[in-house]
Nanobody, 125 residues
C-alpha cells in the first residue's frame, strides 16, 4: 500500500484547507484510514479516522472543525479543515491499516502499518 499526501499550505488563522491522500494498493475488504499530525517538538497524534463502514473517530482537538472522508474505490482520503488556528501547524500524515475495529477506527499510531510522507500545514498571521 502506498500513500501520497497533498494539499498542505500556509494559511491564516480562521482559514480552511483540504488535504488529500492518494492511496494505491489497498485491496483490503476491511480497513481503517486515518490522519495524524506532528508538530515540532511534539509526538505524532491521531486526529481523525474512518473505516470501511464509514464510521469515524475524531480527537477532541479537532472535533467540530475537521471532517474526514473517503473517495470511491478506497483510493482517496480527505481531511477538510476549517477554523484553523496556530496550534494546527504541523506535518500531516495519512495512514492505512487492513483491519476492522468494532469500537470504531483507532487513533493510535501503533495500529497503522502504512504511512505517507506527509504534507506541511502552517497557520500563521
Amino acid at each position: 500500500v502506498q500513500l501520497v499526501e497533498s494539499g498542505g499550505a500556509s494559511v491564516q488563522p480562521g482559514g480552511s484547507l483540504r488535504l488529500s491522500c492518494a492511496i494505491s494498493g489497498n485491496t483490503y475488504i476491511n480497513y481503517c484510514m486515518a490522519w495524524f499530525r506532528q508538530a515540532p517538538g511534539k509526538e505524532r497524534e491521531g486526529i481523525a479516522a474512518i473505516d470501511n463502514e464509514g464510521t469515524t473517530s475524531y480527537a477532541d482537538s479537532v472535533k467540530g472543525r475537521f471532517t474526514i472522508s473517503q473517495g470511491n474505490a478506497k483510493s482517496t482520503l480527505y481531511l477538510q479543515m476549517n477554523s484553523l488556528n496556530l496550534e494546527d501547524t504541523a506535518m500531516y500524515y495519512c495512514a492505512v491499516e487492513g483491519a476492522y475495529y468494532s469500537g470504531g477506527p483507532p487513533l493510535e499510531e501503533y495500529e497503522y502499518s502504512y504511512w505517507g510522507q506527509g504534507t506541511q500545514v502552517t497557520v500563521s498571521s
